[in-house]
């Protein structure tokens, strides 16, 4: 019902900088929370930022000061900036959305993900 497109994956060198956008399209009504997820291969799921809608942030300790989350709530998207990018950045990461379809239905969305590799 809630399609996640995502896009802004990549190679990159280390220490090097890449910005991830999201965006959330169907009959939504409103977006609550919207988070970024990474997946390594032979490692769980992890959550690597959050944002709510009244824009309240939290982030996984190992990409606090690096990474940044942001929304823009009028496009249903959301963005991570990701700077001095490090080797164990590299994952498959996977945009979350959660909230509320037309007529009134709660909805939880994963998008396809997106590989960024990060070379030493």
């Known amino acids: 019902q809630v399609q996640l497109v995502e896009s802004g994956g990549g190679l990159v060198q280390a220490g090097g900088s890449l910005r991830l956008s999201c965006v959330a399209s169907?009959?939504?009504?409103?977006?609550?929370?919207m988070d970024w997820y990474r997946q390594a291969p032979g490692k769980q799921r992890e959550l690597v930022a959050a944002?709510?809608?009244?824009?309240?942030?939290n982030y996984a300790d190992s990409v606090k000061g690096r990474f940044t989350i942001s929304r823009d709530n009028a496009k249903n998207t959301v963005y991570l900036q990701m700077n001095s990018l490090k080797p164990e950045d590299t994952a498959v990461y996977y945009c979350?959305?959660?909230?509320?379809?037309?007529?009134?239905?709660?909805?939880?969305?994963w998008g396809q993900g997106t590989q960024v590799t990060v070379s030493s």
């Open positions: 169907g009959s939504i009504f409103s977006i609550d929370d």
């Open positions: 979350n959305a959660e909230g509320y379809i037309l007529p009134r239905s709660r909805f939880v969305s």
């Open positions: 944002i709510a809608s009244g824009g309240s942030t």
